[in-house]
């Protein structure tokens, strides 16, 4: 598209003209598409619907009945088959239920009651921050306000998050307590960590003797077009000395079922056994018929590089129809600029600023539902009211494709409507 920000006030009111019909014809379809949430498609979820068949056979391979009581950190053949494809010793991992949220939350309760390593509870300090980058999940930033906690944000880069700014921070400031990761294809903007990254955020001072690194890798086997090697953080932590510093997170939410999968947690020896001792007065264990389950459809960590490949081609033409759109309605106009994702859930988008609340409302307005704007910043507060979270998977091509022509329409009304005010 020719560029709409170089175009004179007369040439505006033009286009405008002309966007403004097409956005009432659109009005006139009756849409009612919801692109809120990154949920998988029944298409998606269908894959999996073998594992819901009936069990005959309730015994882990070391003979273990799976219908009584026990086993706190989960079966060892699903910790196994999680350790072959997270690279992860399955003596540093426990089972959890079917979401790492779940675990996420649980773990910073503990920080916050009872403390780590001897340090005092969190929940006893005067205040307690934590580094957010943003662009980020939404959940994430909703643990950290509802325990009251500062969040702090940080610019992403390429290559994950300004390391000058969080080292920075971290070293100054012993009331900064951790960091948010998601290190490979991240919510929302598909970028994968670097080594440097990694190797940085494991290396680094800090000056709360307890900081923590929350590591959720929530797409760590999602690639839709290249699959992105990040450097396991466990092991750099290790390398440097730190290996107390990082929770390791992952689920097979958006592998097998999000409302019935399994999560885990991984940290170091020392972790999992300060992990345990609590989690002993929560819980006699998580569902081990489901941790079965899982493991009897996917045999092994191959198996579940092979179900990946599956949902992959059931997604990628969901996000080439998504980058074609854009690319076609909107490149070169210089209202609007876009992450090209090589795996994950999203594709995040930066309108021009202060347009992200109104592209949003005049979606809703003509029958599609997007994120919020600013859902991706601490507080709910984007300070250019320009980013975006487009989910595409749960839609169907042709029902993503009618919500993505509306989207184009409303990014051009708004920023042509936005500019005629200056």
Not at 106 to 111: C, E, G, I, K, S
Not at 274 to 291: F, P
Not at 410 to 419: D, L, Q, R, Y
């Amino acid at each position: 598209m020719e560029s709409v920000t170089e175009r004179s006030r007369e040439e505006l009111l033009e286009l405008k003209e002309e966007v403004d019909k097409a956005y009432e014809e659109f009005k006139g379809m009756n849409l009612a598409l919801d692109m809120s949430r990154g949920k998988p498609a029944p298409s998606q979820v269908d894959c999996a619907n073998a594992m819901l068949k009936e069990m005959t056979d309730y015994h882990t391979k070391g003979g273990m009945d799976v219908r009584n009581y026990g086993v706190l950190e989960g079966i060892p053949d699903i910790r196994e088959l999680f350790g072959e494809l997270l690279d992860i010793p399955m003596d540093q991992i426990i089972i959890g239920g079917n979401a790492s949220l779940n675990l996420m939350f649980d773990a910073m309760m503990r920080l916050y009651v009872f403390g780590t390593m001897g340090e005092k509870p969190w929940g006893q300090l005067e205040k307690v921050k934590f580094l957010c980058p943003s662009p980020g999940y939404d959940r994430h930033f909703t643990i950290c306000e509802t325990l009251g906690m500062e969040m702090i944000p940080i610019e992403m880069t390429a290559t994950g998050p300004d390391m000058d700014q969080v080292e920075k921070l971290a070293a100054e400031d012993e009331a900064i307590k951790g960091i948010w990761c998601v290190p490979k294809y991240s919510n929302p903007q598909g970028i994968c960590y670097s080594d440097e990254t990694v190797d940085r955020l494991a290396s680094m001072k800090t000056a709360a003797k307890d900081f923590k690194i929350f590591w959720d890798n929530a797409y760590g086997v999602h690639p839709i077009f290249e699959d992105v090697k990040v450097k396991n953080i466990l092991d750099a932590c290790e390398e440097a000395g730190t290996k107390n510093r990082p929770y390791y997170f992952f689920s097979t939410s958006k592998i097998s079922f999000p409302g019935a999968g399994v999560s885990l947690i991984a940290a170091s020896d020392e972790n999992i056994a300060e992990i345990k001792k609590i989690m002993n007065a929560q819980t006699i264990g998580y569902d081990k018929i489901n941790q079965l389950r899982h493991v009897q459809f996917f045999q092994n960590a191959e198996g579940v590089r092979k179900h990946m490949q599956i949902l992959a081609d059931c997604m990628k033409p969901k996000f080439e129809t998504v980058l074609h759109t854009l690319e076609k309605e909107l490149a070169g106009s210089g209202l609007i600029s876009w992450e090209n994702p090589k795996g994950g859930y999203f594709v995040s988008v930066d309108v021009l600023p202060g347009c992200a609340k109104e592209v949003v409302r005049l979606a809703k307005e003509a029958g599609v539902v997007l994120t919020g704007a600013g859902a991706t910043y601490p507080y709910g507060n984007d300070p250019k009211d320009s980013n975006l979270r487009i989910a595409p998977t749960y839609p169907t091509v042709e029902e993503l494709q009618q919500a993505m022509d509306l989207f184009c329409i409303c990014v051009k009304k708004a920023g042509i409507e936005k500019m005629l005010e200056k």
